[in-house]
């Protein structure tokens, strides 16, 4: 992976986010070592404060997250082993959620408030894209090794689901951007559906131009969430087992 992301230095993405200190107590040192965590318009202070039982939940599944070296190598299809590891972390009171709304137009006499000159529905005003795990107002993506357009795709639901009122907190759990190239190479060849070993190099499904942390620090820092506050966190290596 390289070093810089848009022409930034990567040690230079996240500056607007969150000072470190602001969470000192929301998650422990073991969190910090298994992945990177940064927050924007103080989303981990939300997430604790205003929604404790989700940040325990959230805690909790960083606590026991681990994924071996053979889910990354085996092939995805429709749904990667890791998105479906991902899925039994999360119990049912998180859902999968769609957010759809019409808009109700008026025009009123400016002098007359009262008097309703023109009232219409525009149906389908907003019909967003899907939030992989919703539970009260706090929404949760995971992206693992999908191309980085998606990032844009997700931050724009969060927005709109926050301009909306039905969350007030975003996260999304990504690749780190210590499991690079680097890493990568040390895992061989890919497997195949069967367990055997295929030919193509691991580390040449992960390119720079998929979901990883300095992609989505680079919109983030742009603001592209909108109002919406996010909360990042990369995978590290340490979350890898053999």
């Keep these: ?7 930034r230095p990567l040690s230079k993405l996240g500056k607007i986010a969150d000072s470190p200190d602001k969470l000192s107590g929301i998650f422990s040192e073991l969190h910090h070592s298994k992945f990177e965590i940064f927050s ?3 989303a981990a202070a939300i997430l604790a404060g205003s929604f404790p039982e989700q940040h325990k939940q959230i805690t909790t599944i960083l606590d026991q997250f681990e994924i071996s070296k053979e889910m990354i190598r085996k092939p995805g299809g429709s749904k990667g082993l890791i998105a479906k590891y991902v899925d039994t972390l999360f119990d049912d009171s998180w859902i999968e959620t769609r957010l759809s709304a019409d808009l109700v137009v008026k025009l009123s006499d400016a002098k007359k408030k009262d008097k309703i000159l023109n009232e219409y529905v525009r149906e389908g005003f907003l019909d967003s894209h899907r939030i992989d795990f919703v539970n009260d107002k706090v929404a949760l993506d995971l992206e693992w090794n999908s191309k980085d357009q998606t990032y844009d795709r997700d931050l724009y639901a969060f927005s709109a689901f926050y301009d909306a009122g039905a969350i007030d907190v975003g996260v999304i759990l990504t690749r780190g951007s210590s499991l690079d190239s680097s890493f990568f190479r040390c895992l061989g060849k890919v497997l195949k559906a069967d ?3 295929g030919r193509e190099d691991v580390y040449k499904k992960f390119g720079a131009s998929t979901t990883w942390m ?15 506050p996010v909360l990042a966190i990369g995978i590290k290596p340490s979350c890898v087992t053999d």
């Design 214 to 228: 300095g992609k989505l620090l680079y919109r983030l820092d742009a603001g592209r969430n909108g109002g919406c």
């Design 1 to 7: 992976m390289n070093e810089t992301d848009n022409d």
């Design 40 to 42: 924007y318009r103080n």
């Design 195 to 197: 367990g055997t070993e």
